[in-house]
């Protein structure tokens, strides 16, 4: 069979501009976001987690440093990688799901200011996920995980003919399982039964037996004003709203969402939810403050939510006052790849993941700008129902003339980079100040996905990784000693520290 990403693209030919060009693009021109700020220009890097917090959810100094790379390249928005809302243990992801984040997370809003000499906005992007467990062992599967239940063992009693099964001891049932073959599994185990064996268990939001599920859309509007608030109280220019990928949010208003509780099932129940947790947070940190939202273009899963969904939920959010809508692509668990046994189903895996990120290894499209027309498409509908929402767009963004055809022709209002910025954080300045040819560019093979998925901390491959550790004293490693932890630095050439050729 032919696999659907077969070809390898080329990086796209990039011309960069003159300093005085620069000055008048569109992408470093400013816009106005919300009701009362101004991002000095469109340039954007969304959301990346870089797994650098504490195990329980603090800031660290590897965090700031993170985010003061980011700065000095001065992009027109920073977003701050997603940050849980509940005060609950979560891994060295960042947490705001309580007050006492909050000095932690005013100093990442303070290095921020500092580094970028008070040029770039930062949001924050805050989310809500449910239940995922590593892929298990087999055979502590069959002996703890799973619930020996009646109708399982009448499974049992009609496969192998033997009504014995249905009065058997727990024990019994649990070490004939464990020795069982793969086509009695298979029979006897439910749909969700397997998976949970195969993939690891995963709770879903239409789950209605399970409490904590059924009560999500009760305490989540909550949960999201107060880790807003708290965004708030630690400086930050605006919050977003976590809409997109495997998480929460994004499965209330996916299409798979079959709630009958009124929060699932039409498009009207299903954007519900999303629409009470904006209205919340803005009736908890007032019209004056940014509050945007990220969410899916298209959840390119079978039976999931599309463009058309997309567009209809744009508008709502757009009448429900929301200051931005930042679109991506994909990035759902219902394709992603089995997980080896003790790890961890990773959603940017798979047809929806590969979407997300697209890589050079694509199909004719190639990923370069592979996203843009959903959030074109979004646009377009936005502005047709007469609102001015700014729409932001990423995905395979790596040039100055990718960007600027954007902007150009309407297809979004501010254009973002993810892995471009990781590859190179001071790329925007490098253009801005005539220094196109020095950007060092992504090769779009990811490297960098590749550290996030095994929760280790990100770098690129790009970062200088030729130098002894023992002649850089100040170079910071990664936690296994072999990789650079931070991009080599960057001054415009005559500058004092200069470096210019350090990509
Ligand atoms: C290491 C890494 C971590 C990411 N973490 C997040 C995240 O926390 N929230 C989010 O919405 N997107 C996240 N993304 C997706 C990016 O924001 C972006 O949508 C995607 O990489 C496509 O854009 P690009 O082609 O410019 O990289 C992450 C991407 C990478 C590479
Ligand atoms: S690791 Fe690869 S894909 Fe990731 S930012 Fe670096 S060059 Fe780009």
Not at 16 to 34: D, L
Not at 145 to 171: F, H, M, V
Not at 184 to 199: G, N, S
Not at 465 to 470: L, T
Request: aromatic letters at 10%; charged letters at 30%; a neutral charge.
């Amino acid at each position: 069979m032919t696999s659907p990403h077969r070809v390898r693209h080329p990086l796209p030919l990039a011309s960069w501009p003159t300093r005085e060009a620069a000055g008048r693009a569109r992408w470093f021109s400013p816009i106005r976001i919300g009701r009362q700020l101004t991002a000095a220009e469109r340039t954007w890097v969304p959301a990346m987690v870089p797994w650098r917090a504490t195990d329980d959810g603090f800031v660290t100094s590897e965090v700031l440093e993170w985010y003061a790379r980011f700065a000095e390249g001065q992009p027109g928005v920073l977003v701050v990688e997603a940050t849980g809302i509940r005060d609950i243990a979560s891994g060295p992801l960042l947490r705001i799901g309580d007050d006492r984040f909050i000095p932690g997370l005013r100093a990442l809003v303070e290095t921020v200011r500092e580094r970028s000499r008070g040029r770039t906005r930062l949001f924050i992007q805050i989310l809500d996920f449910v239940t995922v467990r590593r892929r298990p062992e087999p055979e502590r599967f069959f002996a703890r995980y799973l619930e020996i239940t009646d109708s399982l063992r009448g499974q049992l009693a009609l496969w192998l003919d033997d009504p014995r099964w249905r009065e058997a001891p727990e024990t019994d049932v649990r070490e004939f399982l464990a020795a069982a073959d793969r086509v009695t599994i298979e029979t006897v185990l439910t749909d969700r039964e397997l998976e949970a064996l195969d993939y690891g268990y995963r709770e879903r939001v239409w789950d209605m037996h399970l409490p904590h599920i059924r009560e999500l859309p009760r305490v989540l509007p909550g949960f999201f004003a107060e880790a807003a608030g708290r965004a708030r109280a630690a400086g930050f220019d605006g919050v977003e709203l976590h809409y997109a990928h495997a998480y929460t949010m994004a499965s209330f208003l996916s299409r798979l969402n079959s709630r009958a509780d009124g929060y699932g099932g039409s498009r009207e129940n299903r954007v519900r939810l999303p629409l009470e947790a904006l209205e919340a947070v803005r009736a908890r940190v007032g019209d004056d403050y940014v509050v945007g939202i990220r969410y899916l273009g298209d959840e390119v899963v079978d039976g999931g939510s599309d463009l058309d969904d997309a567009i209809w939920f744009g508008v709502r959010f757009a009448a429900a006052g929301v200051d931005y809508l930042s679109v991506s692509k994909g990035g759902r668990f219902e394709d992603a790849k089995q997980p080896k046994i003790g790890e961890a189903v990773y959603p940017y895996t798979g047809a929806s993941g590969y979407e997300c990120m697209p890589t050079v290894l694509s199909d004719h499209r190639g990923p370069f700008g592979r996203n843009v027309p959903l959030a074109a498409a979004i646009r377009h509908a936005i502005r047709d129902a007469g609102f001015q929402t700014p729409l932001v767009t990423s995905g395979g963004i790596a040039t100055f003339e990718q960007a600027e055809g954007i902007l150009e022709r309407g297809e979004a209002d501010c254009v973002a980079a993810a892995r471009q910025t990781l590859a190179d954080p001071d790329w925007f300045r490098k253009i801005r100040l005539g220094y196109g040819d020095l950007v060092r560019r992504c090769e779009f093979t990811n490297y960098c996905e590749g550290l996030d998925q095994r929760h280790k901390q990100v770098t690129c491959k790009l970062w200088d990784r030729k130098f002894d550790s023992g002649d850089h004293p100040s170079v910071r490693l990664a936690s296994d000693g072999r990789r650079r932890l931070g991009p080599p630095s960057w001054s415009p050439p005559g500058e004092a520290g200069a470096d210019a050729r350090a990509g």
